[in-house]
Structure formats: C-alpha cells, structure tokens
C-alpha cells in the first residue's frame, strides 16, 4: 500500500471540495471547531503532511462531505491508477485531437511539436496537474480524456499498462 499516494489523493478529493464551494483556505479554517494554520491545511492539501482521524472528520464535517464517501473516492483513485505516477502522451496525436475539453492541451502539444520536441513526453502527476488546470477539467477527468481512444488517442500503445 502507497500511503503517500493516499495522502495526495486525500489532498486533492479536500482542495476539490473546498474550492467548489469557492471558499479560500482561511474561509474553511473559520469553519471547523479547533484551530488550526491556512499553511497546515495547504499541507494537508497538496498531501505533504498526514491529518488525524479526528482533524479528517473535522475537515469533512465543515466541506459537508461523509468522511466514509471521501475515503472510498480516495481508496478508488489509488487502486484504479486515477492518479497514475505518469502517463506516455503522444505530443502528435495530442496535438491532432480536436475535443474542444483538450483545446489547451493540444495547442501545448503542438507547440511541443513545433520545437521539434520528441513525439512522446511521460507527464508526471505534477504535469498532468498542471495540463488539468489548463483545461478547466480535475485531474482525473484529463487523464479519462487522454486515456480515451475517441476520437483520437494521445496515448502511445504502452500507456494502457502504467
């Protein structure tokens, strides 16, 4: 078992569900009933540092959120490679997928291409973050997308197996 993939997969599920809220970290650390730093919940955040049970349950009570629900989505991402380490992105097909979704993503990777960049690039979580935000889409949804072989797959064929 990965504990640091759970810790950075609790940390995306808590931010995902504070800013759908539209709240800042102060704005969450008002709500819950024991102090505690914006910096230690930015920690807990981006999975750098492990919370208590009873800070968790705190947390999930002020996001309105089951404590039981937010495990399950974290334990699903971490078995289902969700989140995987990287992923192998063909910089070409990328760069030729016209979904409207990947627009930002294609017109990286078409840049990548211009500079004559090799035509796979392993996109490491941080990347894969990144590109996500560029889009407007949560990390997972970016990587269905990439995943997807509809209707053009930005994967080469060993991407499947990571």
């Known amino acids: 078992m990965d504990g640091a993939a759970y810790q950075r997969a609790l940390g995306r599920e808590l931010q995902q569900l504070r800013v759908r809220r539209r709240w800042t970290r102060a704005q969450l650390v008002e709500r819950l009933p024991h102090e505690l730093s914006a ?10 540092r492990s919370c208590t049970v009873v800070r968790f349950v705190e947390l999930c009570t002020a996001l309105e959120t089951s404590p039981h629900d937010l495990l399950e989505r974290v334990h699903h991402q971490v078995n289902n490679h969700e989140y995987p380490a990287s992923l192998k992105v063909d910089l070409n097909q990328l760069a ?11 017109r990286w990777a078409a840049a ?14 941080s990347a894969l973050e990144s590109l996500a935000s560029l889009c407007g889409q949560p990390t997972v949804e970016l990587i269905r997308l990439l995943r997807d072989p ?13």
């Open 112 to 125: 990548e291409v211009g500079r004559h960049a090799g035509a796979t690039r392993d996109l490491d979580l």
């Open 150 to 162: 509809e209707p053009a797959s930005p994967l080469g064929p060993d991407s499947r197996h990571r």
């Open 96 to 106: 030729a997928d016209e979904r409207p979704e990947l627009a930002p993503a294609h």
């Open 39 to 48: 910096q230690a919940l930015a920690s807990y955040e981006t999975g750098t």
